[in-house]
C-alpha cells in the first residue's frame, strides 16, 4: 500500500491548478495552459499563493504562471509534490526554453456574427412558427365564439402539429445536407472500428486538423463515405446514394404536406 500522498488540486481566484499526466495544467476562465514538467524549473509557495516559475536559456528572463487565494497547506504540500517529481527529471541543456512546451487553449466561446444569428432565427421560426401560431390562434378563437370547453380538444391538436413542424423542419435540415455537403464540404472515409452490434457500428474519421472523431451508423461496410463541414467537423452526413436522396425529399415534402394539412384542418374546425 502506497504511502505517498496524492498532490492536491489548487483552487483559487478562479484558477484551478493540477497534476496529472506528467503535466500541469492551469485552468482560467477564458483558457487552459498546459505545462509539462519538464518545462518546469521551480514550484514556489508563498502563503496562499503558488507560482510555477519555467526553465530559461542561461540569463533570460523567468517565465512564470501564478495562482492565489488558495490554502496554505496545499499550496506548501503541492510544491513539495511537484518540486520532487521535477528534481527526478533529467538536467536539460543550458539552452532550453520551457516555454516552448507549454501549450495554451482558448475557453472562450465564439460569439455568433449576425448571419449566424439570423440563420438560427429563421431556423426556429420555421420550426416552431406555424405549428405555435395555430395553437394559439385556434385555442383564441374557440374562446371568442364562447366554446372553451373545446379547448381540450384545441390544445393537445395544436401540440401535435408544433411536434409535426419540428419533425418537418428538422427532416428539411438532413435533406439540404445530403445534397450539399457531398458538393460543398469536405468528403472522407471513415472506418469502422467495432464489430456491427445489430443496431449501429462505431467508425472514425480525421478531420483536416487532424483530430480524430467517433460516428455511429448502421451499416455493414468496413468503410463508409462521409461529408462535414469545415467548420463543424464533428457533425458528419453518410453520403447516400442519389435515389436515397431524392426518397428523402420526397418524404420530407410529404411530412410538410401533413403537417400544412393538419393546420388547414384545425382552423376550419375553430372557425365553425
Known amino acids: 500500500m502506497s504511502t505517498t500522498p ?14 496529472e499526466d506528467d503535466a500541469l495544467t492551469l485552468r482560467r476562465r477564458d483558457e487552459e495552459i498546459l505545462i ?10 508563498d502563503g496562499r499563493a503558488v507560482t510555477v516559475e519555467l526553465r530559461v536559456p542561461a540569463g533570460g528572463t523567468p517565465v512564470t504562471y501564478r495562482i492565489v487565494g488558495v490554502t496554505e497547506a496545499a499550496a506548501d504540500l503541492f510544491a513539495v509534490a511537484v518540486g520532487t517529481a521535477v528534481a527526478a527529471l533529467p538536467e536539460p541543456d543550458p539552452s532550453f526554453d520551457g516555454a516552448s512546451l507549454v501549450t495554451t487553449r482558448s475557453l472562450r466561446v465564439p460569439s455568433l456574427s449576425a448571419v449566424e444569428k439570423a440563420k438560427g432565427i ?30 381540450f380538444l384545441s390544445i393537445p391538436m395544436g401540440l401535435v402539429i408544433v411536434c409535426f413542424n419540428v419533425a418537418s423542419a428538422g427532416a428539411t435540415y438532413k435533406a439540404f445536407q445530403m445534397w450539399l455537403l457531398p ?10 472500428t467495432s464489430p456491427y452490434s445489430g443496431r449501429s457500428a462505431k467508425y472514425e474519421y480525421t478531420d483536416a486538423s487532424g483530430q480524430t472523431h467517433s460516428c455511429y451508423r448502421g451499416d455493414y461496410a468496413s468503410q463508409i463515405e462521409i461529408s462535414y463541414h469545415p467548420d463543424s467537423p464533428g457533425h458528419p452526413f453518410v453520403v447516400r446514394h442519389p435515389l436515397t436522396r431524392v426518397a428523402a425529399t420526397i418524404g420530407t415534402l410529404l411530412l410538410w404536406a401533413f403537417t400544412a394539412g393538419l393546420i388547414f384542418a384545425t382552423m376550419m374546425a375553430a372557425n365553425e
Open 36 to 45: 509539462p514538467l519538464p518545462a518546469v524549473r521551480d514550484v514556489i509557495p
Open 122 to 151: 429563421a431556423a426556429l421560426v420555421i420550426a416552431l412558427g406555424p405549428g405555435v401560431v395555430t395553437l394559439i390562434l385556434s385555442c383564441v378563437l374557440v374562446v371568442m365564439k364562447g366554446e372553451a370547453g373545446l379547448l
Open 6 to 19: 496524492s498532490i492536491p488540486v489548487l483552487r483559487g481566484g478562479g484558477a484551478v491548478l493540477r497534476h
Open 183 to 192: 458538393r460543398h464540404a469536405i468528403t472522407v472515409m471513415a472506418v469502422r
